[in-house]
T-cell receptor, first 114, second 113 residues
Framework: DARVTQTPRDKVTEMGQEVTMRCQPILGHNTVFWYRQTMMQGLELLAYFRNRAPLDDSGMPKDRFSAEMPDATLATLKIQPSEPRDSAVYFC????????????FGPGTRLTVL | DQQVKQNSPSLSVQEGRISILNCDYTNSMFDYFLWYKKYPAEGPTFLISISSIKDKNEDGRFTVFLNKSAKHLSLHIVPSQPGDSAVYFCAASDTGTASKLTFGTGTRLQVTL
């Protein structure tokens, strides 16, 4: 049963600390997305990779967020320094194409910044 | 500026009855619309979609209706079942690609016995 996995599932940290969230896409998937879910905005796309190359990260606050794919089995999203307004659930999704509705979401990382 | 709006944060429906979830959009360039379902502690899963060339798409108990002139779509679930209790997100795209999806804030559906 192929699934997208995300770690950690929950993270509580203090303002100013670095946060790293990890995602393991489904094996063979070449498209990876990072989303953020907040009550006010719903789901927002932060970054999008194809074949490990970043194609769009216009949704990310550039000064503090960074997203990478060190290899095909790992995607990371870093926040440095973290702020209380970053508190949200962060989802990773992977797929074989960029066609909407074909992506598979991971269970998310719930981030709380105090 | 919320381009996709789900004005009802929550909805409660009795088992066996029809659930109707609504979604409005403001961007006239959107031409592909989707609904996702999300259970607690899980990621969203794709449910059903509709292209702007259609006004209805059906998949089992789920039907999506699109009214382009009103910039409105709705998801009908008939009959509603307790397992349908979840948060439903409406999403829209002007390219059909996941990289250009705009999501609503979600509606929590509770199907009661």
């Amino acid at each position: 049963d192929a699934r997208v996995t995300q770690t950690p599932r929950d993270k509580v940290t203090e303002m100013g600390q670095e946060v790293t969230m990890r995602c393991q896409p489904i094996l063979g998937h070449n498209t990876v997305f990072w989303y953020r879910q907040t009550m006010m905005q719903g789901l927002e796309l932060l970054a999008y990779f194809r074949n490990r190359a970043p194609l769009d990260d216009s949704g990310m606050p550039k000064d503090r967020f960074s997203a990478e794919m060190p290899d095909a089995t790992l995607a990371t999203l870093k926040i440095q320094p973290s702020e209380p307004r970053d508190s949200a659930v962060y989802f990773c999704a992977s797929g074989l194409s960029s066609l909407a509705g074909t992506e598979f979401f991971g269970p998310g990382t719930r981030l709380t910044v105090l | 500026d919320q381009q996709v709006k789900q004005n009802s944060p929550s909805l409660s429906v009795q088992e066996g009855r029809i659930s109707i979830l609504n979604c409005d959009y403001t961007n006239s360039m959107f031409d592909y619309f989707l609904w996702y379902k999300k259970y607690p502690a899980e990621g969203p899963t794709f449910l059903i979609s509709i292209s702007s060339i259609k006004d209805k798409n059906e998949d089992g108990r789920f039907t999506v209706f699109l009214n382009k002139s009103a910039k409105h779509l709705s998801l009908h679930i008939v009959p509603s079942q307790p397992g349908d209790s979840a948060v439903y997100f409406c999403a829209a795209s002007d390219t059909g690609t996941a990289s250009k999806l705009t999501f609503g804030t979600g509606t929590r559906l509770q199907v009661t016995l």
